[in-house]
Nanobody, 127 residues
Framework: QVQLVESGGGLVQAGGYLRLSCAAS????????MGWFRQAPGKERECVAT????????YYADFVQGRFTISRDNAKNTVYLQMTSLKPEDTAVYYC????????????????????WGTGTLVTVSS
C-alpha cells in the first residue's frame, strides 16, 4: 500500500523558515514526479512546487518568488520543501503528492496532479 507521510510543519514567525519532508513507502518513486501542494482555509488547493523523477527539472508557482526549494532523494524515497522568507499568506495545510504516471514533466504534474497524496502538515505563519 502506497503511503506518503509529511513532516516538518509548525508555527513560525513571518520571515522565518521551515523544511518539509515527505517520506514515501509502498513502492519506489524514482520514476515518478513528486510535488507539494497547499490548501489555505476557504481556498482551493494549489500547486506549490513539483519535481521530475530525476530531480533535474522543477516547477514553482508564481507566488513562490524564489523563496522555496524543492528537492528529492530517490535513495530515501523522500521529497523536501525548503521554505524561507515565510509570509502569513503561506499559512496552509501542505500536502505531498506523487504521480501515478511515470516520467512526466514537472509542470504537467503541477497542472494535472493525479496520483497519491499524503494527509498533510499544517504550516502557520504568524505576523
Amino acid at each position: 500500500q502506497v503511503q506518503l507521510v509529511e513532516s516538518g510543519g509548525g508555527l513560525v514567525q513571518a520571515g522565518g523558515y521551515l523544511r518539509l519532508s515527505c517520506a514515501a513507502s509502498g513502492r519506489p518513486f524514482r520514476n515518478y514526479a513528486m510535488g507539494w501542494f497547499r490548501q489555505a482555509p476557504g481556498k482551493e488547493r494549489e500547486c506549490v512546487a513539483t519535481i521530475t523523477w530525476s530531480g533535474g527539472s522543477t516547477y514553482y508557482a508564481d507566488f513562490v518568488q524564489g523563496r522555496f526549494t524543492i528537492s528529492r532523494d530517490n535513495a530515501k524515497n523522500t521529497v523536501y520543501l525548503q521554505m524561507t522568507s515565510l509570509k502569513p499568506e503561506d499559512t496552509a495545510v501542505y500536502y505531498c503528492a506523487a504521480d501515478s504516471r511515470s516520467f512526466r514533466a514537472a509542470e504537467l504534474f503541477a497542472r494535472d496532479a493525479t496520483g497519491y497524496w499524503g494527509t498533510g502538515t499544517l504550516v502557520t505563519v504568524s505576523s
